[in-house]
């Protein structure tokens, strides 16, 4: 069952002369994403990976830490007669791992949106952290930071088809570089719960010597979803924030951003980029 993209008839519009045809849309969704059968929080993605993408949320907001904080993750109805929808994930935490210790209806730090202060954002993430990736000894090639973009693009499957989805992918230094996973969707900040979702799964928290490249902007949220996960290196095509920025210099994070062809921009920890 497909149910990334779907397709619509348009008017296309040029030099005055219209004409009828088929497009391909990236479908958006809504994903609620409960604890125990307690609804938690609900998003907007392309469906695939969600239990991927619920995982990596809860390690990105510090309920989990690890894959053994998980015991099962499972669709679920929505309490109504209509057939499962799949657009509701219920996650069931290990026995000795605590709930949310605030009210589940609250708006979590990591949304770029929530109204809290800087210095709060940077304090919560620093403090509920449990890897410190500024401890991490990698370094990586200049040569092959501006390689990863064009392996990213020949990856996006999906925005090839509907120019739609962002992306994220997960490169390991230790393993010369290698392009590990890949993830779209509608929502950047999806697409990198993904990956770390992933990784997740495969017991490979904390992301110790990789690269987490993003194919748009590096926003304090992804910003602070690498740094919870444990990553080094964050790399972005397109502009950072102000409070990525100072993130990155807290947490001791390298921050690349601006990274297209031969050229980046390096926000933070300059010394794991080697020539």
Do not use: H
């Given at each position: 069952m497909s149910r990334i993209t779907q397709r619509r008839r348009v008017s296309r519009l040029v030099a005055g002369e219209v004409t009828q045809r088929p497009e391909?849309?990236?479908?958006?969704?809504?994903?609620?994403?409960?604890l125990g059968g307690a609804p938690l929080t609900?998003?907007?993605?392309?469906?695939?990976?969600?239990?991927?993408?619920a995982q990596g949320f809860?390690?990105?907001?510090?309920?989990?830490?690890?894959?053994?904080?998980?015991?099962?993750?499972?669709?679920?109805?929505?309490?109504?007669?209509?057939p499962n929808s799949y657009n509701v994930l219920d996650v069931t935490l290990a026995p000795d791992v605590p709930p949310?210790?605030?009210?589940?209806?609250?708006?979590f730090y990591a949304s770029s949106s929530c109204g809290i202060c800087g210095k709060a954002s940077l304090d919560a993430v620093r403090l509920a952290s449990r890897y410190r990736p500024g401890d991490d000894?990698?370094?990586?090639?200049?040569?092959?930071?501006?390689?990863?973009?064009?392996?990213?693009?020949?990856?996006?499957d999906v925005f090839a088809s509907t120019g739609g989805l962002h992306a994220a992918a997960?490169?390991?230094?230790?393993?010369?570089?290698?392009?590990?996973?890949?993830?779209?969707?509608i929502g950047r900040h999806n697409a990198v719960d993904k990956v770390i979702g992933?990784?997740?799964?495969?017991?490979?928290?904390?992301?110790?010597?990789?690269?987490?490249?993003?194919?748009?902007?590096?926003?304090?949220?992804?910003?602070?979803?690498a740094v919870m996960a444990g990553v080094p290196v964050l790399a972005a095509v397109s502009a950072p924030s102000s409070l990525a920025?100072?993130?990155?210099?807290?947490?001791?994070?390298?921050?690349?951003?601006?990274?297209?062809?031969?050229?980046?921009n390096i926000y933070s920890r300059a010394d794991r980029i080697i020539d």
């Open positions: 391909t849309l990236a479908v958006e969704e809504p994903l609620e994403i409960r609900v998003t907007m993605r392309t469906p695939g990976s969600d239990v991927e993408l809860l390690l990105s907001e510090g309920i989990i830490g690890g894959r053994d904080d998980v015991v099962s993750a499972r669709y679920c109805g929505d309490d109504s007669e209509a949310p210790a605030v009210d589940i209806s609250r708006n000894p990698v370094q990586v090639s200049a040569a092959a930071l501006t390689a990863m973009p064009d392996q990213l693009r020949a990856a996006q997960l490169f390991d230094i230790t393993a010369g570089g290698a392009m590990q996973v890949v993830r779209e969707d992933w990784a997740l799964e495969r017991r490979r928290i904390p992301l110790s010597g990789t690269v987490l490249l993003v194919s748009g902007r590096a926003s304090f949220e992804l910003t602070q979803k920025v100072d993130l990155a210099g807290e947490c001791g994070l390298t921050l690349v951003a601006f990274l297209r062809g031969d050229s980046m």
